[in-house]
């Protein structure tokens, strides 16, 4: 037997961690808080899985902020695949450092931030999973506090908004997306990821007063698309507008239209342009950048948002993990907006 047949012994210690090791800090209350894996003693692409490499919301028992998965995609209308965003996401997350420069905040030090985890609904028939992801998201908002929910595609900001206008009532949406997503009825089905804030809109879950979105663009069937989405309170900031505006006009605009009102964010990736985010099911061009994306989002510091979502990646799509580095990024920006 040659030596490089023998077997190789195995490290003494081969795997030291069975706790793995958090950083811990006093947050203002003086109580403990477990932040990030402390990556001085296991590099980050060693750690567990999860959000940033943060504990699971099982780790510390209930959190102020969150992250959450629903890996569904069977409210798409063309390519599939948004179901494996939440993970991929999370891959992406890892090089997330502590420390945001821009906002000068420790978000996972101030108040307990966990990863929830994956919620676990059904592939067949988008009414019954609507249920699942709401009684889901319920329990982990009275868990976990204020979420980032990971697409799925787009048909999860429905029961999110839901869930969140039953404890603030009519709340404002500000609508980050190629497409407005107040369409009408596909093949038959009232419900898919074209239609969650006509959805919502039609429960009476919209503040007709404050939601707006930005970065629509691309063609439609005909005018009739947009008629009612008027109707819902939403103004518009096309993409076409970034060319003639300046961001910070944009931003303005933004937080004019959204005040103090209880704001939901939803951020549907298609939004950047597809040289920024290729790894999605409906890419259009002409879209923003993500560096234009994440001032905006940066840039709604001090206003009240009560809950955010980052849908429509779609792995199978990607390069070299543009998009969900863009998408973990992106809800980077919400915990550091929650956590200033
Ligand atoms: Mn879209
Ligand atoms: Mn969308």
Do not use: K
């Not at 932040?35 to 959190?63: I, Y």
């Not at 976990?144 to 697409?151: H, P, Y």
């Not at 629509?216 to 096309?238: M, N, S």
């Amino acid at each position: 037997m040659s030596t490089a047949d023998a077997p190789q012994a195995l490290p003494e210690e081969p795997f030291r961690h069975t706790t793995v090791p958090f950083t811990r800090t006093p947050g203002p209350d003086g109580s403990e808080i477990t932040g990030q894996v402390d990556f001085s003693q296991v590099p980050r692409f060693a750690g567990p899985s999860t959000f940033a490499g943060l504990p699971r919301l099982s780790d510390v028992g209930e959190a102020q902020a969150g992250v959450i998965g629903i890996p569904f995609d069977s409210g798409v209308t063309f390519r599939p695949g948004a179901r494996f965003g939440p993970d991929q996401i999370r891959a992406a997350s890892r090089l997330l450092r502590p420390y945001h420069v821009e906002l000068d905040a420790f978000p996972f030090a101030r108040h307990q931030v966990a990863d929830v985890g994956n919620l676990a609904v059904t592939p067949f028939g988008i009414d019954r999973a609507i249920a699942a992801m709401l009684a889901g998201l319920d329990e982990a908002r009275e868990r976990a506090g204020r979420l980032v929910v990971l697409g799925g595609d787009h048909t999860i900001a429905y029961p999110s908004i839901r869930s969140l206008a039953r404890r603030h009532g009519p709340i404002s949406v500000l609508h980050f997306d190629a497409h407005i997503d107040t369409f009408g009825p596909y093949f038959g089905a009232e419900t898919h990821h074209g239609t969650p804030f006509r959805r919502a809109a039609e429960e009476g879950l919209l503040d007709p007063e404050g939601c707006m979105h930005i970065g629509i663009r691309g063609p439609l069937y005909g005018p009739h698309d947009l008629a009612d989405d008027r109707g819902y309170g939403f103004e518009t900031v096309h993409a076409s507008e970034f060319s003639t505006t300046g961001l910070a006009g944009i931003l303005e605009r933004t937080r004019a239209r959204l005040g103090d009102r209880p704001v939901y964010v939803s951020v549907d990736i298609d939004v950047l342009d597809p040289s920024f985010a290729p790894g999605t099911g409906t890419p259009e061009p002409g879209g923003l950048s993500s560096r234009e994306l994440l001032y905006l989002v940066r840039g709604l510091a001090g206003l009240h948002v009560v809950g955010a979502d980052v849908v429509e990646v779609s792995p199978a799509y990607d390069h070299a993990d543009i998009t969900s580095l863009a998408a973990a990024h992106l809800a980077y920006e919400f915990l550091s907006l929650w956590g200033r």
